[in-house]
């Protein structure tokens, strides 16, 4: 995955004012339906249904700040009832902090500077840790955890965790406002990994997320994700809700142009996919029928 591709195409965006549900509004007058998601992170929305308010709440509260807070508590409890084929959590302000401890963690059961290093060296990124089911052609080998995705449906995720004692989990939940969170399989993996501090707000946030996801997966099914193949089968591979683009990758920047173009946008990956959100409706899909393959 280059990095530098997918900034230089998500850039083509004009300035965005206002995210609203899964639509974004420019300062141009545009409007764009949003399969991006930012990976997935923004599945329930640019805010969800009440996050917004859990964090004003807490920043009117002035718990901005990494100090203790009965959230920890609470998040991990609802980790537990989510993720119950894992025995332990910890989690931290940041994806950088997470990728240091997981890196160290698996260091310590691995006793080897590879494992401290991480697959690429030098600056640790958790993208870089971690074996991602829904990266087109990404291998498990050298990988220090799995990656787990809210809505996982499309992903054989249950081969997937046989292989990895540990997981680096992605919350449905903006990034400002997330905490980065480590699974473990048993309790006593875990108890080698460092703890560390997190802002209530983040904390909190998190919560009011999983409880969110509770009640959008229940509608976020295959009846709805469905209704998108008339319009983009012809384009785009559907596993679950996620879409990958058909096209080889050297003529993905002009699939990613020509649906920006239609108001569309689409993950600026081509091996990381685009997510269906749980609001469409036909004509904002129509528009991308036009595309030549």
């Known amino acids: 995955m280059d990095r530098n591709e997918g900034s230089g195409l998500l850039s083509l965006l004009p300035a965005i004012r206002r995210c609203r549900g899964y639509r974004l509004y420019a300062e141009d007058g545009r409007r764009f339906l949003d399969l991006w998601q930012d990976d997935g992170r923004g599945i329930l929305g640019a805010k969800g249904t009440g996050i917004g308010t859990v964090v004003k709440a807490e920043t009117d509260k002035g718990l901005g700040s990494p100090l203790p807070s009965v959230y920890e508590r609470r998040l991990g409890k609802a980790l537990a009832a989510a993720y119950p084929h894992y025995a332990a959590s910890r989690f931290y302000p940041d994806e950088a902090s997470a990728a240091r401890a997981l890196a160290a963690s698996a260091a310590a059961a691995a006793s080897t500077e590879t494992a401290a290093s991480g697959p690429s060296g030098g600056i640790l990124r958790v993208e870089d840790l971690v074996f991602d089911p829904a990266r087109r052609g990404a291998s498990a080998s050298g990988r220090l955890a799995l990656l787990e995705r809210p809505c996982p449906e499309g992903l054989d995720m249950d081969e997937a965790r046989k292989g990895f004692r540990l997981a680096f989990l992605r919350l449905p939940l903006a990034r400002a406002f997330s905490p980065a969170v480590l699974l473990f399989r048993e309790e006593a993996d875990a108890a080698g990994c460092d703890r560390d501090l997190v802002p209530t707000l983040e904390l909190s946030a998190a919560v009011k997320a999983f409880a969110e996801l509770a009640g959008h ?48 946008l689409l993950s600026p990956f081509w091996d990381l996919p685009s997510n269906l959100p749980a609001d469409f409706d036909d004509g904002e899909l129509k528009a991308l029928s036009d595309i030549a393959p």
């Open 217 to 264: 997966e229940a509608a976020y099914t295959e009846e709805l994700w469905k209704r998108s193949d008339r319009r983009l089968g012809r384009l785009f591979e559907r596993k679950g809700p996620r879409i990958w683009p058909r096209c080889p990758r050297e003529a993905y920047p002009d699939l990613f142009r020509a649906a920006l173009e239609r108001g569309v």
